[in-house]
């Protein structure tokens, strides 16, 4: 079973409007971290903003947002006022953390995201 | 700037020809992470090491090797490339173990002729 799912491959969105990148995830572990990246076309990944499952108010990070709501199981992502900088794939990871192990992120399967002028 | 170094940003080997790729932080951190990304793929995990301790994922093939001689560098062998291991490889550091972020240097794009 998928433990990260992010149900939309692609998205178009008018510049300066807000928008919502979807993920759901699937751990047993009660002590994880969901992440999110960003992916422009140079290939590098960009880590935007982090929500430990421990915390009690969703992160920010300027005008990214994570809009986590545990008993769903779900952490979206929001981007207030939208820019065209902001055209790149978008990644949700997790990472269980029970255990102190270093294992890796797991990752969806991206949203790619266009921001039109 | 504190940050992870890829070199080089593109490589291109032959098919079955030996190829190394090399990653450093600034960062000092414990763990450091090898992922392999196809494209239009998510990127996944070939491997880590924690301080000295290396672990390999289950499903990384034996073709892939890794060496890490000192906090700061780690390497990535591909001892006989095929044409399926043309990827973009990404290398990632974090601070320890535990729920920490993962910081990722600006990856190598391989081509294999």
């Known amino acids: 079973a998928q433990k990260i799912t992010q149900t939309q491959p692609g998205m178009f969105v008018q510049e300066k409007e807000a928008v919502t990148l979807d993920c759901t995830y699937d751990?047993?572990?009660?002590?994880?971290?969901l992440f999110w990246y960003k992916q422009p076309s140079s290939g590098e990944m960009i880590f935007l903003i982090y929500?430990?499952?421990?915390?009690?108010q969703n992160a920010t990070e300027g005008r990214y947002s994570l809009n986590f709501q545990k008993a769903r199981k779900s952490a979206n992502l929001v981007i207030s006022a939208s820019q065209l900088g902001d055209s790149a794939m978008y990644f949700c990871?997790?990472?269980?953390?029970?255990?102190?192990?270093?294992?890796?992120?797991?990752f969806g399967k991206g949203t790619h995201l266009i921001i039109q002028p | 700037d504190a940050m992870v170094i890829q070199n080089p940003r593109y490589q291109v080997t032959q098919f079955g020809k030996p190829v190394t790729l090399s990653c450093s932080q600034t960062?000092?951190?414990?763990?450091m992470y090898w992922y392999q990304q196809k494209s239009s793929q998510a990127p996944k995990l070939l491997f880590h090491?924690?301080?000295?301790?290396?672990?390999n994922e289950a499903d990384t093939p034996d073709n892939f090797q890794s060496r890490r001689p000192n906090t700061s560098f780690c390497f990535l062998d591909i001892r006989s490339p095929g044409l399926g291991d043309a990827a973009m490889y990404l290398c990632?550091?974090?601070?320890?173990?535990?729920?920490?972020?993962?910081?990722f240097g600006p990856g190598t794009r391989l081509t294999v002729t």
């Open positions: 960062l000092n951190h414990n763990v």
């Open positions: 929500q430990g499952s421990y915390d009690q």
């Open positions: 990871a997790m990472r269980e953390g029970t255990g102190g192990g270093a294992d890796g992120l797991t």
């Open positions: 090491y924690y301080d000295k301790d290396f672990n």
């Open positions: 751990t047993s572990d009660p002590s994880y971290g």
């Open positions: 990632a550091t974090s601070r320890d173990r535990g729920v920490y972020e993962q910081y």
